[in-house]
Each structure stands twice: as C-alpha cells, then as structure tokens.
C-alpha cells in the first residue's frame, strides 16, 4: 500500500507521527465510456475555454472567483490556512463510539506509527480499547477539512472521516406521520420477529453478489452467449392486516 498522508496524531502534549493509508477499496467493475459506432474509447479533455486547445496537466492551476476576477491558489496557500491541521490530527475529545450516528460516517484510513516499536501508539491504542472510547478530532487531507474520529480496529489505530452536523439534511420536509397507532400486540410481535432474526454482526458472510452476476455476463456475452436471468419471485402476502403479516413472518423460518 502507498500512504496518501503524513503527519502525526496529537492528544495533549503527546505526539504520534504516523502515515495514512486508505482502508476502504472499491468492489464496482470499471466500465469505459465508447462510440456506439466503433466501439473507440471517449476521451475527456481539458480544454481552454478561449483557445480550445488542450491544456498540459502541470499548467492546470486552482483559482477562486472574487469580486469577477479570480484568485490563483498554490499549495501552500491551503496549508496556510490551517498549518496545524495539515499535519496534525488533533484529538480534541473522547466520546463513545455508540454515540455517534451511522449517517455521519464516510470512510475510513489505517495508521502506521513511523517506527514499528511506537509506545505512544500502543498506548493510544490500549486506552481507547479498555476505554471503549474514540478521540474526536480535526484535519485537513486533499485541501478539504475533516472531521474524524480515531478508533482502535484489533491492533490498529483508525481513522475514519465523518460528516459535519451541517452536511445532514433536516428531516422536516418528509412527509411521515409521527401519531401512528401501534398496537401492543403488532409490537410485541414485531420484537418477537426481530429477535428471531438477531446474531451477531458478520460482515464476511456477506459479498458483493450483483457485481459477480454482472462478470458473469460479461464473460458470457464475450463468447457469444447468453446466461440465464433468475426469475424474480414475489412476495405473496395472504392478508392485509399487519399482525397477520407479523405472525406469518414469525412462523416462517428464516431464509426460508
């Protein structure tokens, strides 16, 4: 693996300088865009809107519109602007992990400690997982400010980027009801169901199956076949009423 990131984890006056690496790889098949006619490969190009000739990657600079004139940014102008979070993942808090909301997450990074014998990792690490706790924490990859949380996974400290409170809409422009009548029964029933089909989280059991389906038609197609399409198969509901169809759930087993 490459890093993408170098700087150092900060909690009080103890520093750990470490490297970033991605944890996350994407499972999508990679499709090209092509010419219907030819089957050719469309290109993207990045044009001059004035000369409407290509322009080289390393002239390729970023500017902000100000007052109709833009603003030319290098490098060190986005460091500038937060040196200490360019380099520095500072953990401003311990929270517990429970309490933050599956909807903040995005993705997540493995650290490594510069040295392999790091004890200021260890230590981190041990905290956080006796602790059940995860540092809260700011910085700035690729010119864009993060918030994070660092959290211990088996021997290794995480880095997982989450949203800001902002960046999650307001439920209020969706039309549910919160006045529905729930019967004590259709709940009981419905927690009955719930527990029939509660284990322990997994995640290794479970694949990514569509992109498979989709290689194999791939290679199908390529020798000039064709595979055959699973039917599929609706559910029958037998009544309209919601115990009813709570207490069919319950009495049929699961995977069935």
């Known amino acids: 693996m490459r890093s993408i990131w170098k700087g150092s984890i900060g909690f009080g006056l103890v520093s750990i300088p470490v490297k970033l690496y991605s944890a996350v790889q994407t499972s ?18 990045r ?10 990657y390393d002239k390729i600079v970023k500017g902000y519109k100000l007052n109709d004139d833009y603003v030319i940014m290098d490098d060190h102008d986005f460091e500038d602007a937060a040196p200490e979070k360019s380099k520095v993942v500072e953990i401003e808090s311990f929270v517990d992990i429970a309490d933050v909301n599956p909807m903040f997450y995005e993705t997540s990074y493995y ?26 924490a700011r910085f700035v990859l690729r010119s864009t400010e993060s918030l994070c949380i660092v959290h ?18 307001s439920t209020e422009d969706l039309n549910i009801a919160d006045d529905v009548a729930v019967s004590k029964k259709e709940l009981d029933v419905g927690l009955a169901l719930i527990n029939q089909y509660a284990e322990d989280f997994d ?21 000039g076949k064709r595979t055959t399409v699973k039917k599929l198969k609706p559910r029958k509901t037998t009544s309209d009423d919601l115990y009813e169809q709570l207490m069919s759930s319950l009495k049929t087993k699961k995977g069935a």
Request: hydrophobic letters at 35%; a positive charge; charged letters at 30%.
């Open 28 to 45: 999508s098949l990679d499709f090209d865009m092509l010419d219907s006619r030819d089957h050719a490969r469309i290109r993207y190009q």
């Open 47 to 56: 044009v001059n809107e004035h000369t409407h000739k290509e322009v080289p």
């Open 111 to 136: 650290t490594e400690p510069d040295t392999k014998n790091n004890k200021a990792y260890a230590l981190l690490l041990k905290a956080l997982q006796q602790s059940k706790k995860a540092g809260l």
């Open 152 to 169: 211990p996974v088996n021997n290794v400290l995480v880095i997982t980027r989450i949203r800001f409170g902002q960046q999650i809409r």
């Open 203 to 223: 995640v290794s059991k479970f694949k990514d199956e569509y992109t498979g389906e989709l290689l194999n038609i791939i290679k199908a197609k390529s020798k």
